[in-house]
């Protein structure tokens, strides 16, 4: 296992600090009685089942973070970054491309510069997050990522331009990874076409709608930023449905924004673009944040 993690370190280029941290995490957990054993068989079942990692299985890798002394979030990564060697193996056996597995795996890392930016801790946060990608749920294709599901947002037909989406229809579930990569419309478009090629090869479904409930779709964008801005673009693109307010003393926007816990204080948000002053003077006048939730059918 030491040489599968030093490959994978070197793999995705992880700093030294962080190597650092994920191996003593990783030897704690082997010294302590009964921690390898629980860890080890998290993983032997998911090499017998690909949906045996569910969301329920996060109590039991901060249990191994307890008993070990080891932060949770440094545990749920370290624990995924081993699931990823299976995971990997049976990407390849969907025959997916070098690029796309590559790519799909790297989530784990810009998720840990994330966790690192916003809580300051070596690991991930999201643990239910991960069972789509272990569960092969979602594939990472160029700039964007895609997660295969059912449409189930309303429960009567819902028509855009492009065409009608009926409760119960596959739909490609679109996210947008903080991979510090600028969200260049060419990107995205490159990704549309190459996750409908894709999809249609999979499932033989050639006309796949794409579906994104995101803060990058809240109508709010279009009056701070400017219309050419790559955020506004990117709602461009999509036909909105619905809009959702968040609440103002639970603002789930705020880590995606501006980087930061969600339960700071609005005064002490950052200033450092356009888009933070703007989201923070709208807030400081009793503003909300919320998320657009859209759709569209890429043209032939």
């Known amino acids: 296992m030491h040489d599968y993690l030093r490959a994978y370190f070197d793999e995705f280029e992880y700093s030294a600090a962080d190597r650092l941290a994920l191996s003593l995490a990783y030897e704690r957990i082997r010294e302590c009685s009964g921690a390898y054993e629980r860890l080890a068989a998290l993983l032997l079942g998911y090499e017998r089942d690909t949906l045996f990692i569910d969301a329920e299985k996060e109590k039991e890798v901060d249990a191994i973070a307890r008993a070990a002394c080891v932060h949770p979030y440094t545990a749920r990564l370290l624990t995924f970054i081993l699931l990823f060697r299976t995971m990997r193996e049976r990407l390849s056996k969907l025959g997916l491309s070098k690029k796309i597995i590559f790519l799909t795996l790297s989530d784990l890392i810009w998720k840990l510069n994330e966790c690192k930016m916003i809580h300051g801790v070596v690991g991930v946060e999201q643990f239910e997050w991960y069972t789509r990608f272990t569960s092969l749920r979602i594939f ?156 569209f059918f890429l043209e032939a």
């Not at 609005?266 to 807030?283: D, F, I, N, W």
């Open 140 to 295: 990472a294709i160029g700039r964007l990522q895609f997660e295969l599901k059912n449409y189930t947002y309303t429960e009567g037909a819902v028509t855009v331009s492009g065409g009608t989406v009926k409760s119960g229809d596959p739909i490609l579930s679109v996210h947008i990874p903080r991979t510090g990569t600028p969200l260049e419309p060419k990107l995205c478009n490159a990704a549309y076409r190459e996750a409908r090629k894709l999809f249609t090869k999979l499932l033989g479904i050639p006309d796949i709608p794409f579906m994104c409930t995101s803060w990058l779709l809240y109508p709010k964008n279009r009056e701070i930023l400017p219309p050419d801005s790559n955020i506004v673009r990117f709602m461009d693109r999509y036909e909105i449905i619905d809009v959702v307010n968040h609440r103002k003393d639970k603002n789930s926007s705020i880590p995606f924004v501006f980087g930061v816990k969600m339960t700071t204080p609005v005064e002490q948000l950052p200033e450092r673009s356009t888009l933070h002053r703007g989201y923070k003077a709208h807030l400081l006048e009793g503003g909300r944040m919320g998320v657009g939730v859209g759709i």
